[in-house]
Nanobody
């Protein structure tokens, strides 16, 4: 059974840091590109970052460039999103998603319908 399970969300003050984890099971993670998306209340889901299957390509949305870092550990079937200097506007539910690498292109980084598998999300709240 294919599963993506996010964890690591929580409440953090502005300027703080969180690391989100995405645990993959039921498929070979190294065969998939992974993306992080987020959805704030009342807003559409948006792409945050993505990473190719071999980590050679990493793309970030403009609002998070220089603050977020995506990484992956194919041996342990994990993907991470390190989030630093968090801002209130980063408050959202964060989702990881997987797309079979052989049919993935960097231009699809933030294209929701392209992704095959999704996690259930983890809440991140940035507030003082």
């Amino acid at each position: 059974q294919v599963q993506l399970v996010e964890s690591g969300g929580g409440l953090v003050q502005p300027g703080g840091s969180l690391t989100l984890s995405c645990a993959a099971s039921g498929f070979t993670l190294s065969d998939y590109a992974i993306a992080w998306f987020r959805q704030a209340p009342g807003k559409e889901r948006e792409g945050v970052s993505c990473i190719s299957s071999n980590s050679a390509t990493r793309i970030y949305a403009d609002p998070v460039k220089g603050r977020f870092t995506i990484s992956r550990d194919n041996v342990n079937n994990m993907v991470y999103l390190q989030m630093d200097n968090l801002k209130p506007e980063d408050t959202a539910i964060y989702y990881c998603a997987a797309k079979y690498a052989h049919s993935w292109a960097p231009s699809w980084c933030d294209v929701i319908p392209k992704y095959d598998y999704w996690g259930q999300g983890t809440q991140v709240t940035v507030s003082s």
